[in-house]
């Protein structure tokens, strides 16, 4: 199931999105939240005709970095042994269709596509095969980075954390497994059309299972919560009036443009 969160009229809810062509896809509201047992209202809108937003609000994005080897070697990093996290803050998520804001710190913004994990239900101290149980499912994330601010600072607070700087959507697909991941799905992100990163998922160093096992070692996960799982190479510039688009297969498109901050 494909569950998206829109607004429509001023309301906002959620619904499963229906359809295979682009121009017929429609939402059937859900009754309840997608976090505990739901039902599907049978209220059909088009999707055409509501605003998406992002598919969730978490509490904390925890993101992994260097998680794919070519990517690490392309910026001159090693790789690292264990899994290398770092975070996003609530206020850095937008969804899709938003805009990213150029940051007026930064004169190096790059965009990076990566395969996000929706966290289920609260959990601590996971162990590997409980993981799938713990996991709504999966959208597309794009982990924008003012790069020539995380090389001069080190600390990556600023340069990963700013506004605007983690686009999750279009919505959350459930039907995705473990297994699938393993065996790699595409992931691809173009500026303007154009490609810059082709990555499989059976690249990462680290597993879906790997990731979760380590954070929630450290910390509670909540419903909602994001996992970033790294971003294959290719990464690159993004400028004002770019358009980027982060493509997932099995999950759909995450399109964005950067403007310049107001």
């Known amino acids: 199931m494909r569950i998206a969160r829109f607004s429509i009229d001023g309301n906002v809810a959620f619904g499963a999105v229906e359809g295979d062509k682009p121009d017929e896809l429609v939402l059937d509201i859900i009754k309840g939240i997608p976090f505990a047992d739901f ?23 925890v993101a992994f970095g260097r998680n794919y080897a070519e990517h690490a070697k392309e910026l001159g ?10 975070f996003k803050p609530s206020t850095s998520v937008i969804g899709p269709g938003d805009e990213i804001q150029y940051p007026s710190f930064s004169s190096e913004l ?3 596509a990566e395969l996000a994990v929706v966290i289920g239900r609260m959990c601590r101290e996971v ?9 709504l499912g999966y959208t597309c994330a794009n982990d924008v980075t003012a790069r020539d601010v995380q090389k001069r600072e ?3 607070a600023r340069a990963k954390g700013f506004d605007n700087s983690c686009p999750l959507g279009p919505w959350v697909e459930t039907d995705l497994d473990l297994a699938a ?7 691809q992100c173009t500026v303007n059309g154009a490609q810059r990163q082709l990555g499989r998922t059976s690249e990462m160093i680290h597993s879906v299972e ?25 990464v690159g ?10 493509t997932i297969e099995g999950i759909g498109t995450l399109t964005n443009k950067v403007i310049k901050r107001g």
């Not at 990731?211 to 190479?233: K, Q, R, S, Y």
């Open 127 to 135: 162990p590997r095969e409980r993981v799938k149980d713990v996991i």
């Open 39 to 61: 039902e599907l209202s049978g209220m059909k809108v088009p999707l055409s005709k509501v605003r998406l937003l992002p598919p969730v609000l978490p509490n904390k994005v």
């Open 77 to 86: 990093n090693e790789v690292p042994d264990a899994p290398f996290a770092f």
């Open 154 to 156: 080190k600390q990556w």
């Open 210 to 234: 790997d990731l979760i096992v380590n954070i929630t070692e450290a910390m509670t996960l909540l419903p909602g919560d994001v996992i970033l799982t790294g971003t294959p190479a290719g």
């Open 110 to 112: 790059h965009h990076e």
């Open 181 to 187: 991941i393993a065996e790699g799905i595409t992931i």
């Open 237 to 246: 510039p993004l400028n004002v009036g770019d358009e980027v688009a982060v």
